[in-house]
């Protein structure tokens, strides 16, 4: 008869609801602030088209909190049932932000039901505006609780384990952990970026077939504008993310970058792939490169996987994830440049049709940028509290 592990499937099953839950959770952060920019510059310009942006932004967002709101409690009911040895060690020391997440999104959940009951109850825009304040606010607060806990299992502390119990808890230390500052950061931009470049990916799509509204117009140019904004934050955050593995998770640094002996002046490694013998092959290398992402300095020595016993490496296949989530990322940070610049210089191909379809691609993308991180992330960890991946 065939046996089944547990941990495993428990394990596929977790992972399979946040890799769904994250695309939800990703926007349900950055959408409030998007509408909120929109809805701003709509009473600044006194200009009708970007209240209607707002308006419709915030309808079409109320779909996706719903969706989740279920996919989120799936993932509770999954951290209680699949993982109770998890929740009764971490919950002693880590369960003070995982309440303030759901009171961080009581609070957005609240305002948001009145700010879209209070549409046309407000002749002032701007009281009707201060309504979505709350909303930004929890949806960020909401991101910033539960990347903590997640924070938290990658760098543990607040607590001593004595004979298998935890003592000396300190919630506080436990939540403002060494991973917390570059987790938070990295997750917010991420939000905000993709999120501007699903709203502009919906509006390039319209005017690619042929709807050629100043309305649309108006909505890519603001979501570009905002997506290179926070693209180019993810870039300098992700500089620091970089820096950070470099010091708690070595690791997973090297595993990234399939960087496998010691080393300085370490080269960056991009895409390729491992022959019989182990070997890189057809690699992308830019020197010094990785020792300037680990240390900022182009001669500094980085940690190879020969540096770490073999049952605590993680698995290769995290550096085509990492790989995948630069490239969209530096790609969108490029296209997102080339279009203002265009707009700028008022060049012929932003009336392109093929210019459209690639700003049509920039959405999904993003979205794939998201998922590849989350998997690079959870995949990638070897140490601390792991649940999950």
Known sequence: MMEYDPVFFSRTLTGLTLAFHILYATIGVGIPLMIAIAQWIGIKKNDEHYILLARRWTRGFVITVAVGVVTGTAIGLQLSLLWPNFMELAGHVISLPLFLETFAFFFEAIFLGIYLYTWDRF??????????????????????????????????????????????????????????????????????????????????FHLFKGRDHIYH??????????????????????????????????????????????????????FGWLDENGEVQGAIKIPYALS?????????????????????LPPLIVHYFFDLMVTIGMWLTFISAFYWLAVKRKWKVIKNKLFNFILVLSGPLAFIAIEMGWFYAEFGRQHGFSVGL
Not at 165 to 178: C, E, H, K, Q, Y
Not at 293 to 305: I, N, R, W, Y
């Open 123 to 204: 002749e002032n825009q701007k009281k009707h505006m201060l309504l979505l304040i709350p909303v930004a606010i929890g949806a960020s607060f909401s991101a910033f609780f539960i990347t903590m806990v997640n924070a938290f299992m990658n760098t543990p502390q607040g607590f001593d384990l004595v004979n298998g119990a935890l003592v000396n808890v300190d919630p506080i230390a436990a939540m403002f952990n060494p991973a917390t500052p570059t987790k938070v950061a990295h997750v917010l931009t991420t939000a905000y970026m993709t999120s501007a470049f699903v709203l502009a990916s919906i509006a390039a």
């Open 217 to 270: 117009k108006k909505s890519l140019y603001l979501m570009m504008k905002v997506g290179l904004i926070f693209s180019i934050a993810t870039v300098i955050v992700g500089d620091f993310s970089g820096k950070f593995l470099a010091e708690y998770q070595p690791e997973k640094l090297a595993a990234a970058e399939w960087h496998f002996e010691t080393e300085e002046g370490a080269p960056l490694m991009m």
């Open 292 to 312: 300037i992402l680990a240390h900022s300095d182009p001669f500094a020595e980085v940690k190879g996987l020969n540096e770490f016993p073999e049952d605590e």
